[in-house]
């Protein structure tokens, strides 16, 4: 066999670099790509806990009056959370006929009434349907019963449970009662930054996010200031 | 080399798989970024909707002593839309109206949906007070009438919305009644045993004396003759003892119907008023004074020698003397005092709460 003089270990050789250059610089570009991909992702996430975070509290409490906040701590925030809103349209003794809007129809397991201008509350005895029709639209017709009370045609009845928003284990959660705490944001935010203050007639929740980074302190922190309308 | 044979590479395929991906990976950014914008654009529109209907009660909160707003019944509904603003205004109650403001989310797209607000105003309840006025003189205490007294319950006319009877006297205790021979008394009946069901002596028309106190500067107990002042041909409303022409219809002030609220004591000698006069103490008119329109009084009344034409309602326990007096039932004069008097029109905020949770 004759020995040819070429040139085929050289091409490998070249071949192999040249693949192993662009391989790597694809890698490189694919890896970054995925990192900015994984970290807009997050923060996306972060982003959206925190709005979900402040459009619950905010929502939750811009129509609270002094006396709906039960207790402010530093993770926990304790109110009367209102879920609908009744106008009395006729009454007799326990009983009244109310056109209703709501998130929900009132429960009489959880919810209590207050009534709007004098400020008294009141247990719910029993939510009816109501044969009377004076809802107009996007109203219910219900009967409320108020035992041994006449409420006067045209009182405003606030329906509202009691419950605690809390910041903890990451996240915004709700607990009625003695019930568990209900996440409500994605746990994302950061334990030990975020809570809630009280200052004067004031009310503020910090929500702090802890961001994706080398630095292992890094926050991203966000302090929302819930004006009241009724201070 | 040749080149023009069949050539088995991979670098194409292995390009096009890695722009591919990149292409993903890029679009997948890309459909995040408009759904932040989009959640992003959803929430200024709700929050800017949101203040445009709070904006929006509040800007008829401030324009409320020129609409007329308090002529409105219990259960009347008036709308007003101004700039994709619906505000509905509604008098649930007589002291209570509520508000409620509808924005659409885009100005532009009344479909988009929209934010609302709701607010609660108390007002003075004139109806309320008519419908325990049932007489020339209410009262709910001892009455003693004495000497050459008039106490009419018939009125003249009925061209405006009167009271709710027409006796001379409504009480509770008409057996504490004492009428001396020379009284004259004329109504349906003369003298009525008052079932009406009252509100606490605490509040006139649904609020505190405080509260309507507060709706214009009032009096610290005083003796004072009223007259009427007019300064360069107007009626001088600030001017002290200015109640009012009742008996002169071409002065300047016979259409200014004061409502006249007294932290205390108040002695009338003499003079001429009108309106609406509330004394929270002991009240007197003697002297020949006149006065047109609705008195109130919480604690002890004297009338000697003076006139009113309207009504008189005394709210406590405390006893009601006239001698020589004039009391004659006026609707007129009595809707002058409630309805014509621009104080009692000033809307009153809740004390605890008046904005409201929207759902």
């Not at chain 1, 509202?160 to 709700?174: K, W």
């Not at chain 2, 409320?64 to 002529?71: E, G, I, L, T, Y």
């Not at chain 2, 325990?132 to 004495?146: C, D, R």
Request: hydrophobic share 45%.
């Amino acid at each position: 066999m004759r020995s040819r003089p070429g040139i085929a270990l050289a091409e490998l050789i070249t071949a192999l670099m040249l693949t192993g250059i662009v391989a790597g610089a694809l890698f490189a570009m694919i890896r970054t790509q995925t990192r900015l991909v994984s970290n807009t992702i997050e923060r996306t996430g972060q982003a959206d806990a925190l709005r979900v975070a402040s459009l619950v509290i905010s929502g939750e409490t811009r129509a609270l009056a002094p006396a709906d906040i039960r207790a402010v701590g530093a993770d926990s925030l304790a109110v009367r959370i209102f879920r609908g809103t009744g106008i009395v349209c006729a009454s007799d003794s326990g009983v009244a006929h109310v056109r209703y809007r709501g998130l929900r129809q009132p429960d009489t397991d959880k919810d209590s009434v207050l009534i709007a201008d004098t400020e008294e509350v009141r247990p719910l005895d029993g939510v009816t349907g109501s044969a009377s029709s004076c809802a107009s639209a996007g109203e219910l017709d219900i009967t409320v019963h108020t035992p041994g009370e006449r409420l006067l045609p045209g009182t405003v009845l606030l329906v509202f449970e009691s419950g605690a928003y809390y910041f903890s284990t990451r996240a915004l959660r709700f607990r009625r009662g003695g019930e568990g705490r209900q996440p409500i944001t994605d746990e994302r935010l950061d334990d030990a930054t975020t809570g809630f203050l009280m200052a004067g007639d004031v009310f503020r929740a910090h929500v702090a996010l802890r961001v994706p980074s080398r630095q292992a302190a890094d926050l991203e922190t966000a302090s929302v200031v819930f004006p009241a309308l009724n201070r | 080399m040749n080149t023009a044979g069949r050539q088995n590479g991979f670098v194409i395929a292995v390009t096009l798989m890695v722009m591919l991906l990149l292409e993903l990976l890029a679009a997948g950014m890309l459909l995040l970024a408009i759904q932040e914008r989009s959640i992003a654009n959803a929430r200024r529109d709700a929050g800017n909707a949101a203040a445009r209907a709070e904006s929006a009660i509040a800007r008829q909160v401030g324009s409320w002593m020129d609409a007329d707003h308090f002529s409105m019944r219990t259960g009347a509904v008036r709308s007003d839309r101004t700039d994709s603003v619906t505000v509905t205004i509604e008098r649930l109650r007589g002291d209570l109206f509520l508000l409620t403001g509808e924005a659409p989310l885009q100005p532009s797209e009344p479909s988009s949906g929209s934010a609302r607000a709701s607010l609660l105003l108390r007002a003075f309840d004139a109806e309320l007070l008519l419908r325990q006025l049932n007489g020339a003189l209410v009262a709910s205490s001892h009455i003693q009438l004495l000497g050459s007294t008039v106490v009419d319950g018939i009125p003249e006319q009925h061209a405006c919305e009167g009271p709710a009877g027409e006796a001379a006297i409504a009480t509770p205790f008409p057996q504490d009644v004492a009428i001396s021979s020379a009284v004259e008394l004329e109504g349906r009946p003369t003298v009525l045993l008052d079932t009406v069901p009252r509100e606490p002596a605490t509040r006139t028309g649904g609020l505190t004396f405080d509260e309507l106190a507060g709706l214009t500067p009032r009096l610290q107990s005083t003796t004072i003759t009223p007259a009427p002042t007019a300064i360069d041909g107007r009626c001088a409303v600030s001017a002290f003892g200015n109640w009012g022409a009742p008996l002169d219809r071409q002065h300047p002030c016979a259409g200014y119907f004061p409502f006249i609220p007294v932290d205390g004591d108040l002695v009338i000698t003499g003079g001429a008023g009108q309106g609406f006069l509330l004394v929270n103490g002991n009240l007197t008119i003697r002297d020949g004074a006149v006065f047109h329109g609705l008195v109130v009084a919480v604690g002890t009344l004297v009338i000697d020698g003076a006139t009113v034409n309207g009504a008189i309602y005394t709210r406590s326990a405390s006893p009601v003397l006239v001698l020589d007096g004039t009391i004659r039932l006026d609707p007129c004069a009595i809707a002058n005092a409630l309805f014509a008097a621009r104080p009692l029109r000033r809307p009153l905020f809740p004390p605890a709460r008046m904005w409201l949770p929207t759902h």
